[in-house]
């Protein structure tokens, strides 16, 4: 009764006949969509594939018309992955107009811009950690070799890092280690000559460059080893070195490919980088060893400690040997 009496009834009606319209419209829209464009019935396959290939006729026409000339052209020089590696290499040195035999090295300035950014960024991110980590300063802090900052957060980050590596594993036979001497270099690696060779994976090609990187990079370490036979202490040898390195120089080559062999071509992607074994290193080794007669530079010292170094290198990055970093690659189903 309210509700008559604020509203006149000419106007409800008015509204239910406007709401009416309304569904009857929607209603009968659906129903035209659903005529048009919706499958009631399950079709054979033929007719599926007929029309999945007519609804890509018509995108791909749609497509063709909007760059057609893009499109002529990249029909004719496609190369077919079902050609094999060499077909596929040959066709992209093609679109990259490039010929092996005539190509002429090329300088790397920008990749030595990008890798200068990045040696800078982690030694100023050592100074950054020293400043998060909790602090405690030793004597060592004050030697006359850690006289910045940055070589006094680098030792501590060092020492941090070495004490925590060789605990519990050691059996007590080495004393706890002092770095006396850091430096991580203020210079930055070059690299040049980049050229484009044939590599002795067919479905790859090699990338060589030349390394020169002349710095001042060193560390000192000071240590002691224990003389015990439980329960006695039967004496201490103090064992002090530093290992510095002056010049790193070689050829780089890099190559991107499968991880897996040509039998397993779903192993997935992986860059390899390695270094020719003509590479210079220019490092030398000085030591004290002993508390009250001291033993300086011990020849057979350097020479063992140079050629672990020289063979942890070719070891890990010389070729033959690769270091190996995975590449994104598509996920398959091999189930």
Known sequence: ?????????????FLQGVVAGQLVLVIILLLLFRYFFIETKPETYAKRYA??????????ASLDARCPSMSSSQSKLRVPYEQGSQACLLDMLHRLDCELPAHSPETLTWLNVLLAQLCLHYRQSILQSDNEAPRQDTESDTLPALDSAEKAAAKRLLERTLNAAIEGRTHDLLGAITVTDVDVGTGYPTLSNARIRPSNDPRCLRLEMDLEYKDLLCVGLDTQLQFRVRPWNLGSLAVAMCLRVERLAGTIAMEVGPCGTEQDPLAGLELRVCMYPDFVLDAHVSSVLGSKSKLHDVPK?????????RLLIQRRLVWPEFWRMPLPHMEHDRA
């Open 51 to 60: 029309a999945l290939r007519e609804r890509t006729r018509l995108i791909q």
């Open 1 to 13: 009764m309210a509700v008559s009496a604020t509203i006149p009834p000419w106007s409800v009606a």
């Open 301 to 309: 010292m350097e020479e063992l400690l140079l050629s672990q170094l």
